[in-house]
């Protein structure tokens, strides 16, 4: 009896899981069993007068250029790391609150941080997450090492003059195969563990690319050479 009791509490446990992936742009919320219950614009809206926020997500969008001087849209993550912490905080807080408004039992949450992220800053994430009311905060970057290949590969080719395909490249590989993941693998798989993968996944194949792109530019830069070396005359 005791043990069911157990497993009856740990699986409406796993049904409070959500797993948010904070975007610069956007922010996106998916929830055990439910898959994506939130994709919205990573902005609030300040009234500067008052030093208060008035809404987040697509209505603070809306409010862009139509609205009074003293009304300010605020990005507060750039390149997926908090820059405003306090302005983070209320946005995820209102998200999580929008997705999740049980006062009984409280959400584990697990949330996809970029692979450049320093200590100082997972810790800002977990800080403002934590700031929702949730149990348990998870950062996930145990495969940041292959985000860092990635971005190294990707910067190398940058090197060798040709920037338009790397960023082509990235914005595919690890932005827009996320979310056909989030709509495909991980609305059938259902779990947050299959949202995880998401991340290595895109890194590894975004990599392989960026590899593929760079042997070839290489090979263009050596031709010319080779032909010169084997046009030179003798001494």
Not at 30 to 38: D, M, N, R, S
Not at 132 to 156: D, H, K, P, Y
């Amino acid at each position: 009896m005791i043990e069911e009791r157990r497993e009856r509490i740990q699986a409406i446990m796993a049904q409070n899981d959500i797993g948010i992936d904070l975007g610069t742009t956007t922010i996106i919320i998916a929830q055990e069993g439910k898959g994506v219950v939130l994709n919205q614009p990573s902005v609030v809206a300040m009234d500067t007068r008052k030093n208060t926020v008035l809404e987040a997500g697509d209505k603070a969008l809306a409010m862009v250029g139509r609205t009074p001087n003293y009304i300010s849209a605020i990005f507060p993550l750039k390149d997926g790391v908090i820059s405003d912490h306090t302005m983070t905080r209320e946005l995820i807080c209102r998200f999580v609150k929008q997705v999740y408004s049980s006062h009984m039992v409280k959400p584990r949450v697990a949330v996809c941080v970029p692979a450049a992220i320093t200590g100082i800053e997972s810790d800002a994430v977990v800080e403002a997450v934590m700031a929702a009311g949730v149990t348990r905060v998870l950062a996930i970057s145990q495969f940041q090492w292959i985000g860092g290949m990635m971005e190294t590969a990707c910067g190398s080719i940058r090197g060798l003059g040709k920037t338009i395909n790397p960023t082509v490249t990235t914005l595919i590989g690890a932005c827009g195969l996320r979310v056909i993941w989030l709509y495909t693998i991980f609305k059938a798989v259902g779990t947050i563990e299959s949202l995880y993968w998401s991340y290595p996944v895109s890194w590894v194949l975004t990599l392989a690319i960026h590899i593929v792109f760079l042997l070839i530019y290489k090979r263009q830069l050596e031709a010319p050479q080779k032909g010169e070396n084997a046009c030179a005359p003798s001494v």
